[in-house]
């Protein structure tokens, strides 16, 4: 029988990530693993920084890292754990500044991206970079927070005032300014990698807001992704290093599919709701047949 740790944010608490983390255990026991779920607090007091390696009397045969406290999965990682998914791959997907700049030089096709410059006050003193920014993308343009979640800290500015207003609200150094694709207006689709395998998707379309996510008021349905989506995909999830991921794609005028954003750890029930895939049942059969 093969034994794992599930970590998990020890300070975040609520029904939906309660129903996740009950499912993976489940289908964890489904396959005859021995799960135990740890908080990120319960981990990190008992990994020292400062003083060599722990004297483990038993380590698991791996870590499924639900959480995005980096500094732990590579505390985890030096112990010399099997981490799912990696600190690198969670560090790059967690900060959308960093995705972007690890895709940078490579075939897939993202929106125009700018990254917030450095200051080290509490606020810009002023907005120049902002107007620097428009001569190339324009308004409206999307302004995202950059470790923003569920489409919360994503916003769309028609003008220079309300650019700056967000950008205020947001502080310096924590946010990224995307051109905004007017064709993708309310819809999306998420694409649930697991390995080397797009396993479902679904699209997700609101005509209410510029927001497609099921969580603002979205609707969801099936959906069988391009050759070229799958490929985006799986693509960028190689790059980052992922294991498992839920890629967002968005489309041009013309119907070309551009990466939005990768999540690497996607919640899995609006997806399994939609298309009856079981995210959490791959993600297993995956990581038994890495150990």
């Known amino acids: 029988m093969k034994q794992g740790w599930l970590i998990v944010n020890g300070f975040l608490e609520s029904p939906k990530f309660g129903e996740i983390y009950k499912w993976i255990l ?46 732990l999965a590579r505390m985890l990682e030096a112990e010399g754990f099997k981490v799912f998914n990696s600190a690198d791959a969670i560090e790059a997907c967690d900060d959308k500044s960093l995705t972007f700049i690890k895709l940078k030089d490579t075939d897939i096709p993202m929106p125009v991206t ?10 810009y003193p002023d907005y120049t970079f ?14 995202k927070k950059n470790e923003g979640s569920f489409g919360n800290e994503v916003f769309l500015a028609k003008d220079f005032n309300e650019a700056a207003g967000i950008v205020e ?8 300014i995307q051109e905004y694709i007017e064709a993708s207006k309310g819809k999306s689709a998420r694409l649930q990698v697991v390995g080397d395998e797009v396993i479902t998707a679904m699209k997700l379309t609101n005509e209410e807001d510029f927001k497609s996510n099921v ?5 969801m349905e099936k959906y069988e992704p391009t050759d070229q989506e ?31 954003e990768i999540n690497s750890n996607a919640h899995f029930k609006n997806i399994f709701d939609c298309t009856g895939v079981d995210a959490a049942e791959a993600i297993i059969d995956y990581i038994l047949e890495k150990i």
């Open 26 to 71: 489940e289908k964890s026991a489904s396959k005859n693993v021995t799960l135990r779920k740890l908080t990120n607090d319960q981990a990190t007091s008992i990994l020292p920084i400062s003083t060599g390696e722990t004297d483990w009397k038993a380590k698991p045969d791996f870590v499924l890292f639900w959480d995005k406290d980096v500094k």
């Open 114 to 123: 700018f990254n917030a410059p450095l200051c080290f006050e509490s606020k």
């Open 130 to 143: 902002l107007l620097q920014m428009e001569n190339k993308i324009g308004y409206p343009m999307i302004i």
């Open 169 to 176: 609200s947001l502080g310096p150094n924590s946010f990224i």
């Open 215 to 219: 969580t603002g008021g979205g609707s």
């Open 230 to 260: 799958k490929e985006i995909a799986l693509k960028a999830c190689k790059k980052l290093g992922l294991d498992f991921a839920g890629v967002d794609i968005i489309w041009k005028e013309n119907g070309e599919p551009l990466l939005c």
